[in-house]
């Protein structure tokens, strides 16, 4: 029986045993006291029978809570090392990020603002193909812009 309990007390660091009488049934309470965070690696073991029972039993009992526990407790212990693989991995990327927007953030602005003026150059070249278009199709009786003011469309050719 102590070899079986063995590996569980390795596994979980402190063992506690209680046995309680209820009439002629004994009830065997085995509650690990480990130092794990994870509440069902502290999951109590309670086997109720007759003594008779619990002597044909017992060990058995006790190696597949022990497999079972040890596959929990290797599993959390995996799952631990993955999420904290995980957290540094995005505090990286999240670092990385607010450096790389920190330093491209006005190359950005600077792309827009390039990128708009771009688009207005394309409007005023718009313009002068307008211009240069009523101008030719214009009659020649239409009014002459005044040289001091800017050369934008002459709306009152266009509504000729």
Not at 46 to 71: M, P, Q
Not at 90 to 99: I, N, T
Not at 111 to 132: I, L, V
Request: charge should be negative; hydrophobic fraction near 40%; proline fraction near 3%.
């Amino acid at each position: 029986m102590f070899q079986q309990l063995e590996a569980l007390v390795r596994a979980s660091g402190k063992l506690q045993l209680t046995l309680k009488m209820d009439n002629d049934r004994m009830a065997v309470v085995v509650v690990p006291q480990g130092e794990g965070k994870d509440a069902a690696l502290r999951q109590p073991l309670v086997l109720t029978g007759t003594a008779a029972e619990l002597d044909e039993g017992f060990a058995a009992a006790i190696g597949s809570y022990s497999t079972a526990h040890a596959s929990l407790s290797e599993q959390v212990a995996a799952t631990t090392a993955i999420l904290q693989e995980a957290e540094k991995s995005q505090a990286s990327k999240a670092q990385k990020s607010l450096a790389k927007g920190g330093k491209t953030a006005p190359a950005k602005a600077g792309q827009s603002n390039a990128s708009s003026e771009g688009d207005e150059d394309d409007e005023a070249d718009n313009d002068d193909d307008e211009q240069s278009a009523s101008a030719s199709a214009a009659p020649a009786s239409a009014t002459p812009v005044d040289a001091g003011k800017s050369s934008g469309t002459d709306l009152l050719s266009l509504l000729s």
